[in-house]
């Protein structure tokens, strides 16, 4: 019985502690980091090989749609818990660059992304 009770006791101290102040949550990045300056960095006709060495490799490539790329990039902060989620689109027609969509546009600010 005393030990039954130790436990139930330990247990919700440990659940008491899941808020505790101060404690340190760490960021959670995820997918290909994508940045306002790197689709500034993008023109029409640049090849896939250019718009890979600009962006990296992309985080979804379809089978069925191979002259889209996806770039998905989600920041989980540790603090707040507050989510960013950015995604690009990249579209090729015959080799070259021809449109890119998503919360990035070429030469402005980032659009909020929906939540």
């Given at each position: ?86 995604r690009l689109a990249v579209f090729f027609s015959k080799g070259k660059l021809s ?11 980032p659009a909020t992304a929906e939540q």
């Open positions: 019985m005393q030990t039954k009770l130790i436990a139930l006791a330990f247990s919700v101290i440990l659940a008491g502690c899941s808020g505790f102040p101060g404690v340190y949550k760490i960021d959670i990045p995820q997918g290909n980091v994508v940045t306002q300056e790197m689709v500034d960095q993008l023109r029409p006709g640049m090849t896939p090989n250019q718009v890979r060495y600009v962006l990296g490799s992309p985080l979804v490539t379809d089978t069925f749609h191979q002259n889209r790329w996806d770039y998905i990039y989600r920041k989980k902060t540790g603090k707040s818990g507050a989510i960013e989620q950015y449109s890119i969509s998503g919360n990035f546009r070429p030469g402005g600010d």
